[in-house]
């Protein structure tokens, strides 16, 4: 009977009470209230909202079903970044990176590709070797040690959130703010991080297509993050076309290896260095000035590339290819995709550009499918470039060669050419602390 009232209440758009959400979080979680009430709450909520309180509790009663990670054998404030996720979203380990070469420890757990976007552990992995599945203590040391370690997820962090999200996928109440917020913040506050940054993308290769609704988002979860007494920094950032050159794993770990040796200047480079200040101002080493300058010294004096090189090491990657990353295994086939007009590259559908490099074998379309490491695009124009006709504007990568026809058909829908230059386009379009 309760859960019908709990319906009925969301169903009219009054405000659930702390009790009425923990009530329905347990249960669920326990199995006790069926999909079919639990959906229906969702689409209440995704219809109705949520408010600041609400949504607050909501994501208290997520972490409560699981563990909280204790991290308090690694010496330091911890500060954590989630990027809510884009295609070509190489940040994590360069920003680690300097992260760590800037005295800060980071002890990060990241997740696999699934769909357009691409997942970092599975970048890892395209380093022969690396091992993101490491015993917590040896986890622990590298980040005591190295200053900086990536791993996979690991422990029971908010399974309440795992049940739910799989609802909400087939229920069409995905994209709801508060059901997001809630989501996210509560795999961030089980991990038990000091602060928290999050990079909130916005655009036609992110979750978020609007910056009003990626800027709602970014609030919704500050307030989370404060109301549980973290420091937390949300950017949102611009993803309207794909972040750097290369699209796939090991094509962005040489991309990552050459954003590390400053010889890469461009969109990927800067982002890193403002979300490395980031969360270098998190972890209190100055203003966000003096932190700007201290990831930007980190990155140029080659400390960085070196500490990124030392966690591959600490976790049985093979560096010869960090050392020379013209080593990893090439694709058995590459094709050229060519300018069919004049102009310029006035644009990209950035999704489009991601499912290319998914389609030859980069991502996944299922859970279980298997990743070819050597598959993926690189642009060799990038947005606002101009074109003749006949310029090679990407090439396509795979082992895979019966895939290249699709996926050369996607990247084609994928940039789009036109007789104008294109407007500007921002990196960061707000910063919210
Ligand atoms: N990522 C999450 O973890 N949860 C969501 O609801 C959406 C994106």
Redesign the pocket.
Known sequence: MKMYEILNKKRYGEALTPGDIDYVVKRFTDGEIPDYQMAALLMAIAINGMDDTETFALTKSMVETGETADLSAIRGIKVDKHS??GVGDKTSPIVGAIVAACGVPVAKMSGRSLGFSGGTVDKLEAIPGYSIAIEKERFFEIVNTVGVSIIGQTGNLAPA?KKI?QL?DVTAT?ESIP??????MS?KIAGSADAILLDVKTGNGA?MKDIASATALAEKMVAIGKRFGKHTVALVTQMNCPLGNNIGTSLEVIEMIQVLHGNKAGRLKELCCVLAANMLYLAQKGSLEACEEMAAQALESGRAFRKFREMVAAHGGDVTLVDHPERFPEASCIKEVRAWQDGFVQGFQTEKCGMASMALGAGRENKDAQLDYTAGVCLAKGYGDPVRRGDILASLHTSRPETLDRAEQLLREGIVISGEGPKNLPLVYARID
């Open positions: 809510s996720g959130d999200y909400r995905v059901l997001i917020a809630s989501s996210i795999k979750f």
